[in-house]
């Protein structure tokens, strides 16, 4: 299959492609010209990190989860701890949601003198100090 035919039937466009391949998250198998020719076993491969994205893995973390001759060896300790997250995200999602219905029936004169809403207020800068943490500490 050529570049073309892979973003077609994957719904990726061709830049994405050529940025996996540089992370050596697929691999071509030639060319025909200046195309990039992959072999059918590609979409799989592409469907494997479609779902480790939409998991919440890193580009470095599924590149991990191959061996060196492509095939999938993906640690289990590493899928419960992604579970574990994705359990405090939900939990913290459902938290703002409900925050969010009550903030909009609530009968207090402003939002700020509702205490439901001042939560969901400290919920937020909590979690934005965290992501500035963790954003500081892997770029050192």
């Known amino acids: 299959m050529d570049i073309g035919d892979v973003a077609s039937h994957s719904g990726l466009p061709a830049s994405t492609l050529r940025y996996y391949e540089e ?3 697929i691999q071509s198998t030639g060319r025909h010209g200046l195309r990039r020719l992959f ?3 590609v ?7 479609a779902l480790g994205r939409n998991a919440g893995f890193s580009l470095g973390e599924i590149v991990a989860m191959f061996t060196t001759d492509g095939r999938p060896q993906i640690d289990r300790d590493q899928l419960f701890a992604k579970a574990g997250e994705l359990d405090k995200n939900i939990k913290q999602l459902v938290a703002m949601r409900d925050g969010l219905r009550h903030a909009a029936k ?7 003198e509702c205490p439901k809403f001042q939560r969901l207020l400290r919920i937020a800068t909590d979690k934005s100090i965290k992501r500035r943490t963790k954003l500081t500490a892997k770029s050192e």
């Open 23 to 25: 992370r050596g998250l």
């Open 43 to 49: 979409l799989e491969r592409l469907a494997l990190i």
């Open 39 to 41: 072999d059918a076993n």
């Open 106 to 112: 609530c009968r207090a004169p402003s939002h700020l």
